[in-house]
């Protein structure tokens, strides 16, 4: 059974860009979840999706958005981006009942 | 202050002894708690994960410890070995899945020959 897939792996963009990440979750999982992991904060919530809706959210200002789709692929946006933007973006997946949850390997972003 | 929380930042054991590496909570209401291990340039792996109305549960080589009265967790691996060098991280979720992971800052441990 196939693990997280998140696409690219890493990324180069300059301030003001914005960038689209995706996230193929484990065949069957219906929960997908987003992080941002930084040196200086550690491992941050961004959101959750379930069933194509957005669930919950993080403390994370509106230039980061995220989507669902159908197939439970997800994918997350961030807009304007920022200096500070530049982390390992993280997603994850877990099955209905919320239990277990796995990460996939992740996006670095490098913003400059 | 953060929710979840390890001792120690770093953690040097000898190869071959065990480890114990702790993690306190302050959310009384969490109710499922997981540990992870991130490699360098990877993302977390799922270890071991147990839930409020348990003690302890051991997997392979790990055992994780929870003590709601003092909430407390613990993740001892034993034998460790080279392959064992990583960051760890406890985390918990108190939402069933849709609130999100609070993880601690994590401990680096370090395996020495």
């Known amino acids: 059974k196939a693990g997280v897939t998140q696409t690219p792996r890493y990324l180069i963009k300059t301030r003001g860009q914005q960038v689209t990440l995706s996230c193929s979750p484990i065949?069957?999982?219906?929960?997908v979840s987003w992080y941002q992991q930084t040196p200086g904060q550690g491992l941050q919530f961004l959101f959750e999706?379930?069933?194509?809706?957005?669930?919950n959210k993080g403390n994370f200002p509106g230039r980061f958005s995220g989507r669902q789709f159908s197939n439970s692929r997800s994918e997350m946006n961030v807009s304007t981006l920022e200096l500070g933007d530049s982390a390992l973006y993280l997603c994850?997946?877990?099955?209905?009942?919320?239990?277990?949850?796995?990460f996939g390997e992740g996006s670095w972003l490098t913003v400059v | 202050g953060e929710s979840v929380g390890l001792h120690l930042p770093t953690l040097s054991v000898q190869e071959g002894d065990n480890s114990i590496i702790n993690c306190a909570y302050s959310?009384?209401?969490?109710?499922?708690f997981i540990w992870y291990k991130q490699e360098s340039g990877k993302g977390p792996q799922f270890i071991i994960d147990?839930?409020?109305?348990?003690d302890k549960r051991q997997g392979q080589r790990v055992t994780v410890l929870l003590n709601k009265t003092v909430k407390h967790l613990s993740l001892q691996i034993a034998a460790t070995q080279p392959g064992d060098s990583a960051v760890y991280f406890c985390?918990?979720?108190?939402?069933?899945?849709?609130?999100?992971?609070?993880f601690g800052k994590g401990t680096h441990l370090i395996i020495q020959p």
């Open positions: 994850a997946s877990s099955d209905t009942s919320g239990n277990t949850i796995y």
């Open positions: 065949s069957g999982h219906r929960s």
């Open positions: 999706y379930f069933s194509e809706t957005q669930r």
């Open positions: 959310n009384s209401a969490s109710d499922y």
């Open positions: 147990i839930r409020s109305n348990m």
């Open positions: 985390a918990e979720n108190s939402g069933g899945g849709a609130d999100g992971l609070t």
